[in-house]
């Protein structure tokens, strides 16, 4: 399975053979490296710890894990698994090339944007409540969240009102339209979850779609 992290900049759109527009998603894998790599003997598993573009401030126990591998400190630190017969090595550069090329299907796994505290019409596509004569303001209200003497809650899981997005999301089978070497990038179609700048994982899908 292949794994590697990258930031997203942003969409735009490009023409195919048949001058059908199609919506990308510019995806930016440049200053992807290695931090560490874990291993079956001494972590009892395998993976690549991987960091992105540089950070401002560090706290002091990542300093020293950063200065532990002589890595430059990132934006993050992601853990992506890797097969034991891999050949990467701490402080090596990710090139987005080395892992996917045109054609290929990935999954893409963010956080969403993040919405706020939002009402249940909004959050759950509630349809709300009578707007006619005789009903108070509660045309957006949830209504009944439950019986009063039993079983005397509200049963764990109940749709109402709350914060809305923020949350990690995977979209699957994305199609990969351009991959550049030289830039260290690559073009996916359609949107990608998450705003500008937020780090996403790109992963080789597990279903491909026919």
Partial sequence: MKSI?????GMTQLFDENSVALGVTLLDVSGCRV????SDENDGYNAAQL????????????????????VEPGEGLFEVPIHEEGTLESGKEINV????????KVDITGFSKGKGFSGVMKRHNFSG???SHGVHKVHRA???????????????????????????????????????KEKNYLLV??????SKG????????????S
Avoid: C, W
């Fill in 129 to 131: 409540q009578k707007a």
């Fill in 97 to 104: 090339s080395d892992f996917f090329e045109v054609g290929d």
């Fill in 35 to 38: 931090v560490q790599i874990k």
């Fill in 51 to 70: 960091t992105i573009g540089s950070a401002k401030k560090v706290v002091k126990p990542l300093q020293e894990h950063y200065k532990k591998y002589n």
């Fill in 5 to 9: 992290i990258a930031k997203k900049i």
């Fill in 189 to 194: 179609n359609g949107s990608v979850p998450g």
């Fill in 142 to 180: 949830g209504g009944s969240i439950g019986n009063a003497s039993y079983p005397g809650h509200v049963f764990k899981g109940t749709k109402m009102a709350g914060r809305m997005g923020n949350q990690k999301t995977t979209i699957q089978s994305v199609t990969v339209v351009e991959v550049n």
């Fill in 198 to 209: 937020n780090i996403v994982q790109i992963s080789s899908a597990i279903k491909v779609n």
